[in-house]
């Protein structure tokens, strides 16, 4: 069987009643369409019992809508603006230029020393009856 054949599903008028529902409240277009399609998959797995692939999903929403003029109209949740940065030499320059001031490299002196404490069970190995007693009685 090719990956073509695979991939194809007959849709059924119920398979996409199903879809739509799994879509509601989840968009498969912008910044978070993977994880969108991922809450779409799991619901529609769930409501129709059959296996189809997220990708098989894609496939078909492409056919149903043009998923590229969707996912570019889709406002983005933060500004996406890219600006050139530098830091300001006059507090970043010794920095920059590898001029640390002599810190102490030694990492074992700063380390903590102090013995780790043990988990320990404490008690019989059998319950004390008198507790146990107490505790029928509440």
């Not at 983005?76 to 890219?82: D, G, K, T």
């Not at 102490?104 to 146990?132: C, F, H, M, W, Y």
Request: net charge positive; aromatic share 6%; glycine share 4%.
């Amino acid at each position: 069987m090719a990956v073509d054949e695979e991939l194809s599903v007959s849709w059924s008028v119920e398979m996409e009643v199903n879809l739509f529902h799994a879509m509601r409240g989840h968009k498969p277009v912008g910044v978070n369409k993977n994880f969108q399609m991922m809450c779409i998959h799991d619901k529609l797995q769930q409501s129709m019992g059959r296996k189809v692939t997220s990708q098989q999903i894609w496939q078909h929403l492409s056919t149903m809508y043009d998923m590229q003029a969707l996912h570019e109209s889709e406002i983005l949740p933060f500004p996406n603006n890219q600006s050139e940065f530098t830091l300001p030499t006059e507090e970043y320059g010794e920095l920059m230029s590898g001029k640390r001031k002599a810190a102490p490299s030694n990492v074992e002196e700063k380390k903590d020393n102090s013995p780790k404490r043990k988990r320990t069970r404490q008690g019989t190995s059998a319950p004390n009856p008198d507790i146990l007693a107490s505790k029928r009685r509440r």
